[in-house]
């Protein structure tokens, strides 16, 4: 029996698939058995310290572009893995302050597509909430651009969200026996190794839901669209822990959910920091092996 021929150089590996009559035609992702799916099957040459290269099975995390509309009306597309879809589009909102309570949401439906049946569109029907069209699509698209910096960035949230005043504190140990129970919930990020991911957790370090995105914004937006849905907003009695870096952007996010302490695997950058400090907000990065750095309001921290 003759060896398979490699693969061309500089190609990506597919798997082989039989041909399909016009009518029958789907997605790759279908043909892969990804439809819905968080990761993909994907053929890839690994290649050794040595320099010997073999095909091999592999899993790849799932990423595709969702639309998100308000009454009908395109607001935004991001980047995401498929799943809680309606959760991203409900916490996008809450970020974006336009909606605050569940009554503020009628329906969120996801439009289907020719080869989706879930679809790649995501339409939120508001119960009387008031947007301010131009404020938020302006916003988003200055985001996307990074045409908004520094203090003007501060200020500007700080017209829409009030600074948080929360005066409990947890114990350093309970902070640090987060991670352990974050990673256990990471199924996808177990067998991809590229997705990131966020959890609530009370005050008793109970984890109380957990998700996973190509995007950490938009992991932390689903997180945000399920507390909406549950009606758990404002989080002033929560813990945030995020699986990577921490940026000004995540910790708006947090604000406008109202949480008072966010916690990092990662490092936050600069402007996080000085957020997070005229926020009111208890942030904590480098968590890792009972270790971390506290960078504002050390006070939720009993010891300290």
Request: charge should be negative.
């Amino acid at each position: 029996m003759d060896a398979p021929n490699p693969a061309p150089k500089g190609r990506a590996l597919r798997p082989e698939a039989p041909p399909q009559a016009p009518g029958d035609r789907k997605s790759s992702e279908d043909a892969r058995g990804g439809l819905g799916q968080p990761a993909l099957p994907v053929r890839v040459l690994k290649v050794d310290a040595a320099g010997t290269a073999r095909e091999v099975a592999d899993i790849a995390a799932r990423e595709e572009p969702l639309e998100i509309r308000v009454e009908g009306r395109a607001v935004a597309v991001v980047m995401r893995t498929p799943g809680h879809d309606e959760e991203l589009a409900a916490g996008f909102l809450v970020s974006e302050g336009v909606v605050k309570h569940p009554r503020d949401i009628l329906e969120v439906s996801q439009c289907p597509s020719v080869n989706n049946k879930h679809g790649n569109v995501v339409d939120v029907l508001l119960g009387g909430a008031v947007v301010n069209w131009d404020s938020l699509t302006r916003h988003v698209l200055s985001a996307s651009s990074c045409g908004l910096c520094g203090k003007t960035s501060i200020e500007s949230v700080f017209g829409q969200f009030p600074p948080v005043t929360a005066d409990w504190s947890v114990s350093p140990e309970l902070i640090a026996s987060l991670p352990d129970k974050l990673r256990a919930t990471q199924e996808t990020f177990s067998k991809t190794g590229g997705l990131h991911a966020c959890a609530i957790f009370d005050l008793d370090g109970h984890l109380l839901v957990s998700r996973e995105d190509v995007g950490r914004h938009n992991a932390l937006d689903k997180i945000l669209g399920h507390a909406l849905m549950h009606g758990l907003l404002p989080l002033d009695r929560h813990i945030l822990l995020l699986s990577g870096r921490v940026s000004f952007e995540m910790i708006q996010k947090a604000l406008a959910a109202g949480v008072p302490l966010v916690a990092a695997i990662s490092a936050p950058s600069s402007l996080a920091i000085d957020f997070a400090c005229d926020a009111g907000q208890t942030l904590i990065g480098f968590l890792r092996g009972g270790t971390m750095n506290v960078y504002t309001h050390e006070r939720r921290l009993r010891t300290l």
